[in-house]
C-alpha cells in the first residue's frame, strides 16, 4: 500500500493518526483563498517523493502494470501554463509538457516511466468513485490472466484558487471557515456539505500464485467488488438508492460473501445533506440486522480526497483488519435519527475483529463503486 495525505506518506503514520481521530482539515495556505466561499480543507504540506524499488524484485515488467485514476487531474501544471500564456501571450513561452501532463493518463504514464512496467496502463475517471473503480478492473485484468501484479489506486491535489472556487459552485462543499476543525461531521444533523481533501492512495494487487513465488507479505485479500451508475443527476443520489443498493448486492455476489458475513463498513459519509442519509437507508435495507456491523467515515478526518478517497479507505480498510482496531468517526455532536440504527465507531477507535469489510465510494455524475476485503489466510 502507498499514501500520501495530511499526516505524511507512511501508510501506518497515516493509519495511527485516523486511530487517535487527529483532525487533518486547517486553513488553506498555498494560495490566497480569502475571497472563496471556502477557506479550509485537507491540504496537504511538505510533500516529499519517496523511492520504493525492493516491490521490484521478481518482477516480469512487461506483464506488470498500472492503473491510477484522477478526477480533476494535473491542475497545476495546467493553472502554470495558462497564466504563463496570459502573461506573454506567447505560446512558445507554454511549458513543453503543459499538455502531456494535464491529461489525466499522466499519473500512470509517469509512473510506469519510473518503475518500468511496461504492461497495460492507463487512468479511469469516475469521480470519487475512481479509486474503487481502479481496483475493481485491476483485479479484472489479473484475474483474466493478462498481467501479474498491478498499482492501481487514485490521486487528487485540487487546491488551485480555481479548483476550490469550481467545487465551492456546487454548492456541494462545506462553507464552516470559522470552524474548519468541526467541518466535515456525516450523520450529524448540522452537516452541510463535504470539506475538500487531497491526497493519493494505491494498492499493489497481485494473483495468489505471483505474490508467494516473489515471497511477497501478503497483507489482506481483494475479493470483489462493482461498479455502476446510477443514471439519474450529476450531483444528487437517485432518491430511491436503487443504483447504491445495485452496487453493493453485486460487490457481494462478485466477492462470493453474503450479507451476513459483512461486519465493517467504511461509508462514503461526505457530510452532504442528502447522501449520508442515502447511504444510511440503503445499508439499512441490505444488512436488515446492523448490530456488530462497524460503520466509519473516513472523511470526517482527512476531508473528501474525491479521486483518491476510496484508495486512501481501502488502505484504512485493510489497516483496520490488520490491526484490529477500527479508527472512529470524529465531529459526531447531534446525530441523524436514522445513524443510531448502526453500531458506529463515534470519536474513540474501537476493537473489531473484521471478517468481510465493504468500503463504498460515489461520485459525481452518480458513479458507484464498491469493493469487500478480508484478511489473508494461507
Given at each position: 500500500?502507498?499514501?500520501?495525505s495530511?499526516f505524511?506518506?507512511?501508510?501506518?503514520?497515516?493509519?495511527?493518526?485516523?486511530?487517535?481521530?487527529?483532525?487533518g482539515?486547517?486553513l488553506?495556505d498555498?494560495f490566497?483563498?480569502?475571497?472563496?466561499?471556502?477557506?479550509?480543507?485537507g491540504?496537504i504540506r511538505g510533500?516529499r517523493k519517496?523511492?520504493?524499488?525492493?516491490?521490484l524484485?521478481l518482477i516480469?515488467?512487461?506483464?506488470a502494470?498500472?492503473l491510477v485514476?484522477?478526477?480533476l487531474?494535473?491542475m497545476?501544471?495546467?493553472?502554470?501554463?495558462v497564466?504563463?500564456?496570459?502573461i506573454?501571450?506567447?505560446?512558445r513561452k507554454?511549458?513543453?509538457?503543459?499538455?502531456?501532463?494535464s491529461?489525466?493518463?499522466?499519473s500512470?504514464?509517469?509512473l510506469a516511466i519510473?518503475?518500468?512496467?511496461?504492461?497495460?496502463?492507463?487512468?479511469?475517471s469516475t469521480?470519487?468513485?475512481t479509486?474503487?473503480?481502479?481496483f475493481?478492473?485491476?483485479?479484472n485484468?489479473i484475474?483474466?490472466?493478462?498481467?501479474d501484479?498491478?498499482i492501481?489506486?487514485g490521486v487528487?491535489a485540487?487546491f488551485?484558487?480555481?479548483?476550490?472556487?469550481?467545487l465551492a459552485a456546487?454548492?456541494a462543499?462545506?462553507?464552516?471557515?470559522?470552524?474548519p476543525?468541526?467541518?466535515?461531521?456525516?450523520?450529524?444533523?448540522?452537516r452541510?456539505?463535504?470539506?475538500?481533501?487531497?491526497?493519493?492512495g494505491?494498492?499493489?494487487?497481485?494473483?495468489?500464485?505471483?505474490?508467494m513465488k516473489?515471497d511477497a507479505?501478503?497483507i489482506?485479500?481483494y475479493?470483489g467488488?462493482a461498479?455502476?451508475c446510477?443514471?439519474?443527476?450529476?450531483?444528487?443520489?437517485r432518491?430511491?438508492?436503487?443504483?447504491?443498493?445495485?452496487c453493493i448486492?453485486?460487490?457481494?455476489?462478485?466477492a462470493?460473501?453474503?450479507?451476513?458475513?459483512?461486519n465493517?463498513?467504511?461509508a462514503?459519509?461526505?457530510?452532504?445533506?442528502?447522501?449520508d442519509?442515502?447511504?444510511l437507508?440503503?445499508?439499512?435495507n441490505i444488512?436488515?440486522k446492523t448490530?456488530?456491523?462497524?460503520v466509519?467515515?473516513?472523511?470526517?478526518?482527512?476531508?473528501h480526497?474525491?479521486?483518491?478517497?476510496?484508495?486512501?479507505?481501502?488502505i484504512a480498510?485493510?489497516k483496520?483488519?490488520?490491526?484490529g482496531?477500527v479508527?472512529?468517526?470524529?465531529?459526531q455532536?447531534?446525530?441523524?435519527?436514522?445513524a443510531?440504527?448502526?453500531?458506529r465507531?463515534?470519536?474513540l477507535k474501537q476493537q473489531?475483529?473484521?471478517?468481510v469489510?465493504?468500503?463504498?465510494?460515489f461520485?459525481?455524475?452518480g458513479h458507484n463503486?464498491?469493493v469487500?476485503?478480508t484478511?489473508f489466510?494461507?
Amino acid at each position: 500500500m502507498g499514501v500520501v495525505s495530511v499526516f505524511g506518506n507512511e501508510v501506518d503514520k497515516y493509519y495511527d493518526k485516523l486511530l487517535a481521530g487527529e483532525n487533518g482539515i486547517t486553513l488553506i495556505d498555498k494560495f490566497n483563498a480569502s475571497n472563496l466561499p471556502v477557506r479550509f480543507g485537507g491540504q496537504i504540506r511538505g510533500f516529499r517523493k519517496k523511492k520504493h524499488l525492493k516491490m521490484l524484485l521478481l518482477i516480469n515488467k512487461e506483464r506488470a502494470g498500472v492503473l491510477v485514476g484522477s478526477g480533476l487531474g494535473c491542475m497545476s501544471q495546467f493553472s502554470d501554463s495558462v497564466e504563463s500564456l496570459n502573461i506573454t501571450h506567447d505560446f512558445r513561452k507554454s511549458k513543453h509538457y503543459f499538455a502531456p501532463h494535464s491529461f489525466i493518463n499522466s499519473s500512470p504514464a509517469l509512473l510506469a516511466i519510473h518503475l518500468g512496467f511496461m504492461g497495460l496502463n492507463y487512468s479511469i475517471s469516475t469521480a470519487c468513485a475512481t479509486s474503487n473503480h481502479c481496483f475493481c478492473a485491476a483485479a479484472n485484468h489479473i484475474r483474466e490472466g493478462e498481467v501479474d501484479l498491478m498499482i492501481a489506486g487514485g490521486v487528487e491535489a485540487p487546491f488551485l484558487s480555481f479548483g476550490v472556487a469550481g467545487l465551492a459552485a456546487t454548492t456541494a462543499t462545506l462553507t464552516r471557515n470559522d470552524d474548519p476543525q468541526t467541518a466535515s461531521r456525516p450523520w450529524d444533523k448540522d452537516r452541510d456539505g463535504f470539506v475538500i481533501g487531497e491526497g493519493a492512495g494505491v494498492l499493489v494487487m497481485e494473483s495468489l500464485e505471483h505474490a508467494m513465488k516473489r515471497d511477497a507479505p501478503i497483507i489482506a485479500e481483494y475479493l470483489g467488488g462493482a461498479v455502476n451508475c446510477d443514471a439519474y443527476h450529476i450531483t444528487s443520489p437517485r432518491p430511491d438508492g436503487f443504483g447504491v443498493s445495485s452496487c453493493i448486492q453485486r460487490s457481494l455476489i462478485n466477492a462470493g460473501v453474503s450479507v451476513e458475513e459483512v461486519n465493517y463498513i467504511n461509508a462514503h459519509a461526505t457530510s452532504t445533506v442528502v447522501g449520508d442519509v442515502a447511504e444510511l437507508y440503503v445499508l439499512k435495507n441490505i444488512f436488515k440486522k446492523t448490530e456488530g456491523i462497524k460503520v466509519n467515515a473516513t472523511k470526517s478526518i482527512i476531508g473528501h480526497c474525491m479521486a483518491a478517497a476510496s484508495g486512501m479507505e481501502a488502505i484504512a480498510t485493510i489497516k483496520a483488519i490488520q490491526s484490529g482496531w477500527v479508527h472512529p468517526t470524529i465531529n459526531q455532536f447531534n446525530l441523524e435519527p436514522a445513524a443510531l440504527d448502526f453500531d458506529r465507531v463515534t470519536n474513540l477507535k474501537q476493537q473489531h475483529e473484521i471478517n468481510v469489510a465493504i468500503s463504498n465510494s460515489f461520485g459525481f455524475g452518480g458513479h458507484n463503486s464498491v469493493v469487500a476485503f478480508t484478511a489473508f489466510k494461507p
